[in-house]
């Protein structure tokens, strides 16, 4: 990394191979890795201008699954349901995590983006449980016990197991957090959320695309 520290300090553009760089050790396992240059006004970023230049990061991990076998050889999620896991999968999200923040860190530039999509494993259903209880909790003290319970059996025989590949997108200054009350599946959260989120998923993680932005 010394020679890309030295590079931009004496004033030198940020190419893809600096960031390529920075995620060698994702490169070094063989993984589906991209770096690519798109179009400031085909993302949807407000903050960003036709004069700024970003860098997209797109990591797939679909290739790295355990073999389809008999169901019991697959992994058992957190939520008890059994799903495909990414080999290494939770040493490589750590990598990914390591290679964003070197991305800030030696090239000095700005995360403005995360999306990420993993395997759903009964974490749909659960969360959707989860905020339910707590928006009831909230309601109950305006309406009767009686009430509750109804508003929810209706609530849980509406819920459905959810799709099998859940996303999520991170934005710079978005504000969202997960501890938030929310009676939905939040697709989109604040950045300050990124880090912690990504690496709970471990080896359901599938796909993540990372957004750049280099400083004016």
Known sequence: MKYIKEYNEH???????DIENCFIDIIDKDIHFKV????????????LSTFDKVFLVSINLNHRTQPLQ??????????????????????????IIDGISKCEGFLDLDLIGVESRWVNAGE???????????HLAIVSKHITPEEVESLRKHSLSNI??????L???Y????GKKLSDNSITFDTKLDMSEMEDDILSKGDRLREVDIYFSVKR
């Open 70 to 95: 008999n169901l019991s050889d697959q992994s058992l999620s957190e939520y008890d349901v059994r799903y495909r896991a990414v080999i290494d999968g939770k040493e490589i999200t750590e990598m």
């Open 124 to 134: 749909w259903i659960y969360t959707k449980k989860k905020n339910l209880e707590k």
């Open 171 to 174: 934005i710079k200054g978005y």
């Open 36 to 47: 690519s240059i798109p179009r400031v006004n085909s993302l949807g970023f407000g903050q």
């Open 11 to 17: 004033g030198g553009g940020i190419s893809i191979s």
């Open 167 to 169: 996303d999520r997108f």
């Open 160 to 165: 459905g197991t959810g799709p099998g590949i």
